[in-house]
């Protein structure tokens, strides 16, 4: 649980960010991290189409300038798209001026107003900035599919354990999580619908 829900301590260093929606609604709100590319993004489009579910992706620039058809054919589905950075920069790791540069670097290409900090780490600086421009989307369940210590099974088991009213739930469009999706990500949809919950994005 330490690594699939987020702690109190790092809810509380970034307060006015949307770790979990309406707790009282049988809803949840899918995310994808760190496309688009060609390896994952399709399947993970056409897995959506089919189970006629909406969700929000959290784009790299970098990919979006040299997969921009994907960019489109997300938006065109009636997906949601939120900002990534351009090069899935950590944010402990730079200067506050090259995070919010790279980031408004990537928005030039995504046009997003939602953003999602890559690892969900930001400087007291970064954080103060880029919230005067965009909605900040945490998370309240990480999948794990990215991990090489997880299967298919431990993804969808994960979805089960600790999906709840409100979930913001984090999936990865990426080379890393891809294998694991083509079984998970069906498998998570149907027993969500089977639960009752509904699939929302943000506004």
């Known amino acids: 649980m330490i690594l699939e829900q987020p702690s109190f301590w ?11 929606m309406d707790k009282h609604e049988r809803a949840v709100y899918l995310t994808f991290d760190d496309g688009p590319i060609p390896e994952a993004t399709p399947f993970i489009l056409k897995t959506l189409r089919d189970f006629e579910v909406k969700a929000t992706f959290f784009m790299v620039g970098d990919n979006v300038r040299k997969y921009p058809h994907l960019h489109q054919q997300v938006v065109e589905e009636g997906h949601q798209v939120g900002n990534h950075t351009f090069n899935h920069l950590g944010g402990l790791k730079h200067l506050t001026k090259t995070y919010i540069d790279n980031t408004e670097k990537a928005n030039q290409l995504i046009g997003a107003h939602l953003f999602r900090p890559p690892h969900g780490w930001m400087t007291p600086a970064e954080y103060y900035w880029l919230r005067k421009k965009y ?17 298919a099974s431990d993804v969808v088991e994960n979805v089960m354990t600790y ?14 999580s891809i294998d694991k999706l083509h079984i998970a990500l ?13 699939f929302k994005v943000f506004e």
């Open 10 to 20: 790092l809810r509380w260093m970034f307060p006015r960010a949307l770790w979990r």
């Open 135 to 151: 909605k900040i989307i945490m998370w309240d369940l990480v999948t794990r599919d990215y991990s090489r210590h997880m299967t």
């Open 163 to 176: 999906t709840r009213n409100g979930s913001i739930i984090t999936f990865h469009d990426s080379l890393k």
């Open 186 to 198: 069906p498998a998570s949809l149907r027993w969500l619908r089977e639960q009752g919950y509904a």
